[in-house]
Nanobody, 121 residues
Framework: QGQLAESGGGLVQSGGSLRLSCTAS????????MGWFRQAPGKEREFVAW??????????ADSVKGRFTISRSNARDKVYMYLQMNSLKPEDTAAYYCNKWSTDWGRNEYWGPGTQVTVSS
């Protein structure tokens, strides 16, 4: 099934920026659409952004549109994905995860450890 590893989270003030990184390894994610997701305490995991294999199609959740930018680069057996987050708000506080994207992403059984983003007001 491969492995997912997220990094780059931290504590930032409102209006600040962070850049998250994801490494999807093991070949299980090659040529797949990939996405970023987040889960705030006490809330369900939600979609943030997704990107196709070529990067030609990108979609964002309305709540992050205009502030976040997703990107990726593809290697032989790894996918590197990034999420540039600008103009951060306290409501962006959550654990952020990367994973394969589909309309049934909620059925993804394997998730990495995630990276925590905390935005102070």
């Amino acid at each position: 099934q491969g492995q997912l590893a997220e990094s780059g989270g931290g504590l930032v003030q409102s209006g600040g920026s962070l850049r998250l990184s994801c490494t999807a390894s093991g070949g299980a994610y090659n040529r797949l659409e990939m996405g970023w997701f987040r889960q705030a305490p006490g809330k369900e995991r939600e979609f943030v952004a997704w990107i196709t294999w070529t990067g030609r199609t990108i979609k964002y959740a309305d709540s992050v549109k205009g502030r976040f930018t997703i990107s990726r680069s593809n290697a032989r057996d790894k996918v590197y994905m990034y999420l540039q987050m600008n103009s951060l708000k306290p409501e962006d506080t959550a654990a952020y995860y990367c994973n394969k994207w589909s309309t049934d992403w909620g059925r993804n059984e394997y998730w990495g450890p995630g990276t925590q983003v905390t935005v102070s007001s």
